[in-house]
Structure formats: structure tokens, C-alpha cells
């Protein structure tokens, strides 16, 4: 399935940096994909944070952008 904006909110933004929440039916992999979430890369900024709650698990990453592609990794 591919990504809906309706199931993006943000929880908190302060000081350019923004806590966001995704939930949906897919698993971790799928979601946490390269370019998943390139949909809304002018929204997204690198060092952002995002909690995904899937069909498999629920992770807190953290989102790079770059020429317009957003990634998300593992908060280590």
C-alpha cells in the first residue's frame, strides 16, 4: 500500500523541528523505505523524528532529506 497523508500528524513542532506520527496498515519495512514518504519531503526535515506505528511493530526513526527523497533509520 502506499503512503497516505491522512494518516501523517504532527505531535509537536518547536524551533524548525518537528515530532511526527504515522500509522498504518503496512509493515516496518514497507513504511520505513526509502522514498516512502517523499510525498511530503517539503514538509519533512532532516533530524525530524517520526513514530511509526505498522501492522508489525511500532519504531521511533529519525528522517533525512535529500534532493527531495526522505529516509527514515532507526533513533539509535
Do not use: C, P, R
Not at 8 to 14: E, K, M, P, Q, T
Not at 19 to 44: K, P, R
Not at 66 to 71: F, H, L, P
Amino acid at each position: 500500500m502506499a503512503f497516505q497523508n491522512k494518516k501523517l500528524s504532527v505531535i509537536a513542532y518547536a524551533n524548525g523541528f518537528t515530532l511526527w506520527h504515522y500509522a498504518a496498515d503496512e509493515t516496518l519495512t514497507a513504511i520505513s523505505a526509502s522514498g516512502y514518504f517523499n510525498n511530503v519531503a517539503t514538509l519533512m526535515n532532516t533530524g525530524d523524528i517520526i513514530i511509526i506505528n505498522a501492522s508489525d511493530g511500532t519504531s521511533i526513526m529519525t528522517i533525512a532529506v535529500a534532493s527531495d527523497t526522505v529516509t527514515v533509520d532507526a533513533l539509535s
